[in-house]
């Protein structure tokens, strides 16, 4: 199986601010990386696609880049509507696995 | 806009088989190149991918689990179903529908319903 470590677990920041969560794969999974936005109670919901491809609808304040088995995620200017947590998701050939999430605090 | 409503038994109790519903609706689910999916999360816990399932039955499960579970989809009624056999407390989690875009991410979710293992 490939595991996806994210880092930091917790990231404490303020409106306006630029903030960057990294994700890691345990073996290479070329661009097919996903980046999800979860507020509590709530459904995730899709941010990026592969690797760097925006989401209809998502701010352009969001961004991905990375490939192979480094990947980020940078949110520009924090807004308050930003204080979430976040996941990676990898597809590897038919199977998937997350994150174990970080948490976006408001500092 | 697509929607996916998940139809869930709230509580299922250890050793029982656990049996969800996802109804699609605006749009089809027969369509060729969509597949659909189950992801759960445990309170206060991460997410894991269930299993996945196309218009036609090919299905593909998350090693840790095929043992026990199966998919089934319903095109008539425009519906994919879920079931996990041998439940444990460890079991209890919200339990999303989704549908997987391309194969590589899941574009569309239900709300998500809690389902607790308990006697």
């Known amino acids: 199986d490939i595991q996806m470590t994210q880092s930091p677990s917790t990231l404490s920041a303020s409106v306006g601010d630029r903030v960057t969560i990294t994700c890691r794969a345990s073996?290479?999974?070329?661009?097919?990386l996903a980046w999800y936005q979860q507020k509590p109670g709530k459904a995730p919901k899709i941010l990026i696609y592969?690797?760097?491809n925006l989401q209809s609808g998502v701010p352009s304040r969001f961004s991905g880049g990375g490939s192979g088995a480094e990947f980020t995620l940078t949110i520009s200017s924090l807004q308050p509507d930003d204080f979430a947590t976040y996941y990676c998701?990898?597809?590897?050939?038919?199977?998937?696995?997350f994150g174990q999430g970080t948490k976006l605090e408001i500092k | 806009q697509l929607q996916l409503q998940e139809s869930v038994p709230g509580l299922v109790k250890p050793s029982e088989t656990l049996s969800l519903t996802c109804t699609v609706s605006?749009?089809?689910?027969?369509?060729?190149?969509?597949?659909w999916g189950w992801i759960r999360q445990p309170p206060g816990k991460g997410l894991e991918w269930i299993g996945t399932?196309?218009?036609?039955?090919?299905?593909y499960y998350n090693p840790s689990l095929t043992s026990r579970v199966s998919m089934s989809v319903d095109t008539s009624k425009n519906q994919f179903s879920l079931r996990m056999a041998s439940v444990t407390a460890a079991d209890t989690a919200v339990y999303y529908c989704?549908?997987?875009?391309?194969?590589?991410?899941?574009?569309?979710w239900g709300q998500g319903s809690l389902v607790t293992v308990s006697s």
């Open positions: 073996q290479t999974i070329g661009r097919w």
């Open positions: 989704c549908r997987i875009r391309a194969l590589r991410f899941f574009d569309y």
């Open positions: 605006g749009g089809f689910i027969s369509s060729s190149d969509m597949y």
């Open positions: 399932i196309n218009y036609s039955g090919i299905t």
């Open positions: 998701q990898q597809s590897n050939g038919y199977l998937y696995t």
């Open positions: 592969d690797a760097s």
